[in-house]
């Protein structure tokens, strides 16, 4: 599901970068685009992205980091970067269920056993097919991906079954894989723009959200909704991407200072994630949080029970859900 709504800010960037691309000469200076809170792990691996590559690259190419919701959200900013316009995005790698279908498995909860089972899977065989359907097909290559942070469950009342979920009104985000997962769990999902989750929680918009553990603190989600239930139901995967017609025009040398760049960015966030998640549970708690270690066995197996259907139904390939169980 793509959003058609477009913020003032957003219409403005694609005015500004609806042009055909441009070639790439030295020193150019290429957009990264970012649609995560600033100061996020996100955030600060797009920054550390930034500063790795402009140090590196030493003239023959600058990267400009645009921060935060300033080029619109997720979905507005990959358009962008299909088009040319906005030449590097960096987030996660579930928003890309929106072209290449079986992706919406990384949104299914329980999918992931642990960090690095997912980091096996972007690894695999079985990943390969789905990052060259987005090169070939839709422009954007994906220069590094790997596990980033669990995502986890924030509600105005304790969660601690999934009969505690009935008749919550709960933002998910625009994904369909999401969308699924949630009314399987019983929930009312609503649609809600990430920057505005904070707002709708403390007006009564929505009951519950969920979201990237680091991601949804900075964005203060457990200031509008103080109970945070530990469910690690999807383990985020990180990505960094690049429009593929500019990366093609860039020097063999540059090319792989961008490839090795967002690697070590990755890498760095998820070492960063791990230390990090601990450390923020306690934050949240000192803000008035109350931080509630929830038996994943329920949500687990009721995730689990709406898998067939969702095959069945064809949001991703039948069988592949297995398939992914099945790496060791």
Same mark, same amino acid.
């Given at each position: 599901m793509r959003t058609t709504s477009w913020t003032? *800010?957003?219409?403005?960037?694609?005015?500004?970068?609806?042009?055909?691309? $441009?070639? %790439?000469a030295a020193q150019q200076t290429l957009i990264l685009g970012g649609s995560d809170s600033i100061g996020s792990i996100i955030d600060r691996t797009n920054a550390l992205f930034t500063r790795t590559v402009n140090e590196r690259a030493r003239g023959r190419l600058n990267v400009n980091f645009i921060q935060g919701e300033q080029l619109g959200n997720d979905v507005q900013v990959i358009e962008q970067m299909m088009r040319g316009g %906005?030449?590097?995005?960096?987030? !996660?790698?579930?928003?890309y269920a929106n072209w290449v279908k079986d992706l919406a498995v990384l949104s299914w909860g329980f999918t992931f056993?642990? /960090? +690095?089972?997912?980091?096996?899977?972007?690894?695999?065989?079985? /990943?390969?097919?789905?990052?060259?359907? =987005?090169?070939?097909?839709?422009?954007? @290559?994906?220069?590094?991906?790997?596990?980033?942070?669990?995502?986890?469950? /924030?509600?105005?009342?304790?969660?601690?079954?999934?009969?505690?979920?009935? #008749?919550?009104? =709960? @933002?998910?985000? +625009?994904?369909?894989?999401?969308?699924?997962?949630? $009314?399987?769990? #019983?929930?009312?999902?609503?649609? !809600?723009a990430w920057a505005e989750?904070?707002? *709708?929680?403390?007006?009564? !918009?929505?009951?519950?959200?969920?979201?990237?553990?680091?991601?949804?603190?900075?964005?203060?989600?457990?200031? #509008?909704?103080?109970?945070?239930?530990?469910?690690?139901?999807?383990?985020s995967a990180g990505q960094i991407s690049m429009h593929e017609g500019t990366f093609a025009r860039l020097s063999p040398e540059v090319q792989a200072i961008l490839v090795q760049a967002a690697k070590e960015a990755l890498a760095w966030q998820r070492t960063t994630s791990e230390a990090e998640l601990e450390e923020a549970y306690a934050k949240m708690k000192a803000e008035g949080a109350t931080i509630v270690v929830v038996d994943k066995g329920p949500f687990a197996r009721a995730a689990l029970e709406g898998v067939a259907a969702m095959e069945r139904d064809n949001v991703w390939s039948a069988g592949l859900f297995q398939r992914i169980q099945d790496i060791r």
């Open positions: 003032i *800010g957003a219409l403005a960037a694609g005015l500004l970068f609806a042009a055909a691309p $441009q070639p %790439v %906005v030449h590097i995005y960096g987030d !996660v790698l579930d928003w056993r642990d /960090f +690095d089972h997912q980091a096996k899977f972007l690894e695999s065989e079985l /990943f390969k097919p789905y990052a060259e359907e =987005m090169r070939a097909r839709h422009n954007v @290559r994906i220069l590094a991906a790997g596990p980033s942070q669990p995502r986890v469950l /924030f509600a105005k009342r304790a969660v601690n079954s999934p009969t505690d979920l009935a #008749g919550l009104k =709960m @933002r998910v985000p +625009d994904i369909r894989a999401y969308l699924l997962l949630w $009314q399987t769990l #019983g929930t009312q999902p609503a649609r !809600v989750v904070f707002l *709708g929680l403390r007006t009564g !918009v929505i009951d519950a959200a969920e979201g990237p553990t680091l991601s949804a603190m900075a964005a203060r989600f457990h200031q #509008g909704a103080t109970n945070v239930m530990r469910t690690d139901h999807v383990i």
